[in-house]
T-cell receptor
């Protein structure tokens, strides 16, 4: 069955520290998509990245980077030089290409607190 | 800018008084979703439409219904809100062409039940 695990319920770091949010997924499909969403206190879910299962290249976008490893079924997210504005709940999600409803399987989320 | 719009952003209703939340999109996407999200939890899918085809999740209470009169609009009706229905309600869309599977979210409506 499909499943997304975010084992870290809450992480608290001091500003400027690097922090990694873990995401482990389970799927039987060979074609699937992985996502990260950010949810700040305002509540809106903000799309950060999508990765398809055939693209294992790591991605860097400014202070954000993502490490996708199929061998360990992980899609981890690193924030470098964290800032207070990075404080939010971060969700990892999975979508399978065989799912004609395009549904997202969500992880439980990791609450990230960046202290000044 | 193409986007997903939800109105109102905050809704207060009384126990048992019907309430309707609305969602509109300018993305011309085929699929529209309604999620319920309670504090510190992941979004929970209530139902979705693929065009006019309605798909209800098995554990969505009968108290929740939806309408999609056209491509752009989708409504969530809560017939008799209970205290347990207080939550953030999120609308999302998906192109539905199978090419990217990304969902685009609206800002949400926070529902308070008194």
């Amino acid at each position: 069955a499909q499943k997304v695990t975010q084992a870290q319920t809450e992480i608290s770091v001091v500003e400027k520290e690097d922090v990694t949010l873990d995401c482990v997924y389970e799927t039987r499909d060979t074609t699937y998509y992985l996502f990260w969403y950010k949810q700040p206190p305002s509540g809106e879910l903000v799309f950060l990245i999508r990765r398809n299962s055939f693209d294992e290249q790591n991605e860097i976008s400014g202070r954000y980077s993502w490490n996708f490893q199929k061998s360990t079924s992980s899609f981890n997210f690193t924030i470098t030089a964290s800032q207070v504005v990075d404080s939010a709940v971060y969700f990892c999600a999975l979508s399978e290409a065989e799912d004609s409803n395009y549904q997202l399987i969500w992880g439980a989320g990791t609450k990230l607190i960046i202290k000044p | 800018d193409a986007m997903v719009i939800q109105n109102p952003r905050y809704q207060v209703t009384q126990f048992g008084k019907p309430v309707t939340l609305s969602c509109s999109q300018t993305l011309n996407h085929n699929v529209m979703y309604w999620y319920q999200q309670k504090s510190s939890q992941a979004p929970k899918l209530l139902f979705h439409y693929y065009d006019k085809d309605f798909n209800n999740e098995a554990d969505t209470p009968d108290n929740f219904q939806s309408r999609r009169p056209n491509t752009s609009f989708c409504f969530l009706d809560i017939r008799s809100p209970g205290l347990g229905d207080a939550a953030m309600y999120l609308c999302a869309t998906n192109q539905g062409a199978g090419r990217d599977n990304e969902q685009f979210f609206g800002p949400g409506t926070r529902l308070t039940v008194l």
